[in-house]
């Protein structure tokens, strides 16, 4: 048959990167559980950083700002994860661990499990706008939320929010199945037109191709957040541990003691910072 083997080549190539694709995004899900367990250590951290520092008596002004900042930021990240677990609770997985019912049963959901869902949401979690969810608060990060997770749109007030049909809130994200394969194996193959295949799958996995070196990239950035919360997470309980041999008295600190728990406090506030930081947003 003409064009048999070019066909034939063509399709496995493609095939080839659908594998490629779906390995990567096993693996990404695996990077944002790992992601999220990091965040929770340094949740933990931050707090009895901030409990120490504002059990301290006679603070000056500016640091009792900074532990405003502080708890803000850390408020904020435990807030999202409260919203996301009521959700995610109310989508009565099944035994195959995927959401089968209610509002987070949409697209967001039902590709994965409890634990998989929250760690998706949370890494990748945008609102209509574009903007994470993380970086938002109150009624606005719930419907953004609530919205994401159920893949279509919630009203509220008056108004609504709607993620639309994207799964993840990533610069030129694709869905977690590519139809590439169903499209050439089930359409173009009964034409019999072994050059339009060939040249059909090979866009294909062009087009997959493309998607699996976004997910690649984003891979690299989940790591690098996952290894600076680890780095944060353990610097600030070393800082913490110093800082437990101080006076809780700030008018009889040392200028070095001073110093020590300053670097406590810009540690503590950096760490809640990294708890909301979404991925790709220094892209």
């Known amino acids: 048959m003409f064009n048999k083997d070019l066909r034939e080549t063509a399709i496995r190539n493609m095939k080839a ?38 059990s301290m008596r006679n603070k000056p002004t500016a640091l009792d ?16 994860l409260n919203t996301l677990e009521k959700e ?15 509002v987070a049963a949409g697209i967001g959901v039902a590709a994965f499990g409890p634990t998989a869902a929250l760690a998706i ?34 009203v509220a007030g008056g108004g609504g929010t709607a993620a639309g049909t994207a799964l993840l809130g990533l610069a030129g994200p694709v869905g977690w199945a590519i139809g590439g394969g169903a499209l050439v194996t089930a359409g173009l193959l009964k034409s019999g037109k072994n050059k339009k295949i060939a040249e059909q799958a090979s866009m294909e996995a062009a087009k997959i191709r493309k998607h699996v070196k976004a997910i690649e990239a984003t891979r690299t950035e989940i790591q690098e957040i996952t290894a600076l919360s680890t780095a944060a997470s353990d ?6 541990l110093q800082c437990r041999t101080l ?8 200028p070095e003691a001073k110093q020590r728990l300053g670097a406590l406090v810009n540690n503590t506030k950096a760490g809640a910072q990294l708890l909301n930081r979404a991925v790709g947003a220094n892209a």
């Not at 594998?19 to 933990?44: M, P, T, W």
């Not at 969810?133 to 719930?142: R, V």
């Not at 006076?247 to 040392?254: G, I, K, P, S, V």
Request: aromatic share 6%; net charge neutral.
């Open 17 to 54: 990167e659908q594998s490629r694709y779906e390995s990567e995004n096993k693996q990404l899900v695996g990077d944002a559980e790992q992601l999220l367990g990091k965040r929770r250590l340094l949740k933990s951290a931050v707090d009895e950083s901030w409990e120490f520092i504002n």
């Open 65 to 80: 700002t900074e532990l405003k900042i502080i708890k803000i930021e850390s408020k904020k990240f435990s807030g999202l």
């Open 88 to 102: 995610i609770s109310k989508a009565n997985f099944t035994s195959g661990g995927t959401a089968a019912t209610g």
């Open 121 to 154: 949401a949370t890494t990748f979690g945008t609102a209509s706008t574009g903007t994470a969810i993380a970086t938002l608060s109150g009624a606005a990060a719930t419907n953004a939320a609530l919205a994401w997770l159920g893949g279509g749109a919630l």
């Open 235 to 240: 610097g600030l309980r070393g800082m913490l």
């Open 247 to 254: 006076t809780t008295d700030y008018t009889q600190l040392t």
